[in-house]
């Protein structure tokens, strides 16, 4: 009996050693980020600048464009009849006053629906297509697509290769996801834009990170990614040296203040609060 505690004890004190490294730099680390280090970083506003219009919204985007933002990530989906329209969630019913599965309505009956703001109230607008963002960005700014996990993935790759080809917007889209099957299929069809994978953290000592789901980590295996975007709270300083020792750039999500954020080395921040990332000193 008492082996079975001291195997307990020994497996907790293994996940609490494993939690310090992951979460370390932000618990313990370094806060805060000078004017001098912010204009070293890549700034993304997340959603669109949904701090001052509905998130993924053309009028969030134009915020967004107006402010100067380095990058602009947004979310999309696949419609039922193959169109590619820029929401977070799988349903609208969240976002819009109607209620659905996108994958399940055609791009028709999805405008019969209008966004809803962060009060609840029903505003004019409606679930844009990628191509009228990529039409409103017009090369601006830099637009990082997040592609969401689809049980669909090669019919998204090659719908989204097409509308960069469609809209010859390849010098300045990106694509991340933090589905591999996503990433895998446009790797494969020879995607012309950069690919960005999305972890929430890495299993420490082991090659496991966990992006929604446990899978395997190497730098092998992604070796046609460019950067490797991850949650602020979970990355210690030694994996983001690892990583850009291995020639790829690191990002985090999804901050807010400056002076909040844990002072990491990286190559870009994913923010809610764009503003106060382009504020000048």
């Known amino acids: 009996m008492k082996m079975f505690y001291w195997i307990i004890a020994a497996i907790a004190l293994f996940l609490v050693a494993m939690l310090v490294y992951m979460c370390g730099a932000f618990l313990?680390?370094?806060?805060?980020?000078?004017?001098?280090?912010?204009?070293?970083?890549a700034i993304v506003a997340h959603r669109g600048d949904d701090g001052v219009a509905p998130e993924n919204t053309l009028a969030g985007i134009a915020e967004c464009l107006q402010m100067g933002v380095d990058m602009i990530e947004i979310d999309v989906r696949l419609t039922k009849?193959?169109?590619?329209?820029?929401?977070?969630?799988?349903?609208?019913?969240?976002?819009?006053?109607?209620?659905?599965?996108i994958a399940d309505m055609t791009l028709e009956q999805l405008r019969e629906y209008r966004i809803v703001d962060k009060t609840g109230n029903v505003t004019d607008a409606v679930i844009p297509t990628l191509g009228?963002?990529?039409?409103?960005?017009?090369?601006?700014?830099?637009?990082?697509?997040?592609?969401?996990?689809?049980?669909?993935?090669?019919?998204?790759?090659?719908?989204?290769?097409?509308?960069?080809a469609l809209y010859q917007v390849a010098q300045w889209v990106v694509a991340q996801s933090s589905d591999d099957a996503v990433l895998e299929h446009l790797h494969r069809l020879g995607h012309p834009f950069p690919l960005e994978k999305?972890?929430?953290?890495?299993?420490?000592?082991?090659?496991?990170?966990?992006?929604?789901?446990f899978v395997g980590y190497g730098y092998a295996k992604y070796d046609y990614i460019s950067s490797f975007n991850f949650y602020y709270r979970m990355l210690p300083v030694a994996l983001v040296e690892e990583i850009r020792a291995q020639g790829k750039k690191v990002k985090v999500w999804t901050l807010d203040a400056p002076a909040d954020a844990p002072s990491l080395p990286v190559d870009g921040v994913i923010t809610d609060s764009p503003a106060l990332w382009k504020k000048k000193e």
Not at 81 to 101: L, M, P, Q, Y
């Open 81 to 101: 009849d193959g169109e590619i329209v820029v929401c977070h969630d799988s349903h609208v019913n969240r976002t819009t006053n109607g209620k659905g599965a």
């Open 198 to 213: 999305i972890f929430v953290f890495k299993v420490p000592f082991l090659p496991v990170a966990y992006d929604g789901k």
């Open 28 to 41: 313990f680390g370094k806060k805060g980020y000078t004017q001098q280090q912010i204009d070293t970083l």
């Open 132 to 164: 009228e963002v990529f039409e409103l960005v017009d090369g601006r700014c830099r637009l990082l697509v997040d592609v969401k996990r689809t049980a669909d993935a090669e019919r998204m790759a090659k719908a989204l290769i097409n509308e960069v």
